[in-house]
């Protein structure tokens, strides 16, 4: 909503101005097309195009205003009410049947991912996104919270970059899994079990509040109902019966990395 009120403030005033879209471009040193995407909220207007706008206009600077409000969201709309509780949670219990969860992702796994996203995601986002994924991890060096990670094999063998940055993950794996309160652990992909429905995430707070987490393709939801909650630990019970030991999931994942 951002994009497209900030592309129709620039085609208000331009239009207010007389300034032509062609004479607008020329000044940007966009290509008309382009311009008219960023005035539909297409694309996000860049800080060019609003000084370009802001002089031919005479805005006097009401439209490079615009720019604090377009910075990057650092994390998926979707995913914002999980953000602020994910810190806050004293045990984290995570099944992953994709993709190597964030909290251990490496940055060429995040960037990869990043990259791969439909629609793209402009320079900015990305930066953004991967600093923000980054930043997260901070919360594995507090000892006085647990954390519990199922990964299924085959999110293990889907590569993500290159074979030297999937060894790097890997290996990153094993590092991470090192100390005490954390715990990474292999579903086996011989295994059916209640996870092959999706990946979910539980959280548990210093006030003992249980809240559980699932994401799809284009949707978050973050719920503390009793009856889902409980539903959801009972089936990551299920799944931590089928997994592998932490030291033996260890002693497959090095396997993985040193085939590679």
């Given at each position: 909503?951002?994009w ?5 403030q ?18 940007a ?24 706008a ?18 990057p969201?650092?994390f ?22 994709q ?11 995040v ?48 590569q993500?970059?290159?074979a ?14 090192k ?22 995430v ?15 393709q ?18 990551y019970?299920m ?22």
């Amino acid at each position: 909503m951002a994009w497209k009120y900030c592309g129709d403030q620039i085609k208000r005033w331009r239009a207010t101005a007389g300034v032509t879209r062609e004479q607008l471009s020329r000044a940007a040193s966009y290509d008309v097309e382009s311009v008219r995407s960023m005035e539909a909220g297409r694309r996000k207007p860049t800080l060019k195009l609003l000084q370009a706008a802001d002089d031919l206009c005479d805005a006097k600077g009401m439209l490079l205003a615009a720019t604090a409000f377009l910075q990057p969201e650092k994390f998926p709309s979707f995913s914002q009410d999980f953000m602020k509780y994910e810190p806050e949670a004293t045990v984290l219990s995570s099944y992953e049947n994709q993709l190597i969860p964030g909290l251990l992702q490496t940055e060429a796994t995040v960037r990869s991912l990043l990259n791969a996203h439909w629609p793209p995601l402009d320079d900015d986002t990305v930066e953004e996104r991967v600093a923000a994924r980054l930043a997260r991890q901070a919360i594995l060096s507090n000892q006085t919270k647990s954390f519990s990670f199922l990964i299924d094999e085959f999110a293990l063998l889907r590569q993500v970059g290159t074979a030297a940055e999937h060894k790097e993950q890997l290996n990153h794996l094993l590092d991470a899994g090192k100390p005490r309160h954390i715990d990474i652990q292999v579903v086996p992909a011989r295994c059916l079990h209640p996870g092959v429905n999706g990946a979910f995430v539980l959280l548990e707070t210093a006030d003992h509040e249980r809240l559980v987490y699932e994401e799809g393709q284009s949707m978050g939801l973050l719920s503390a109902d009793p009856e889902k909650v409980n539903l959801l630990w009972q089936r990551y019970a299920m799944i931590l019966r089928q997994a592998l030991s932490p030291e033996e999931s260890a002693t497959f994942i090095n396997k993985l990395a040193e085939e590679l």
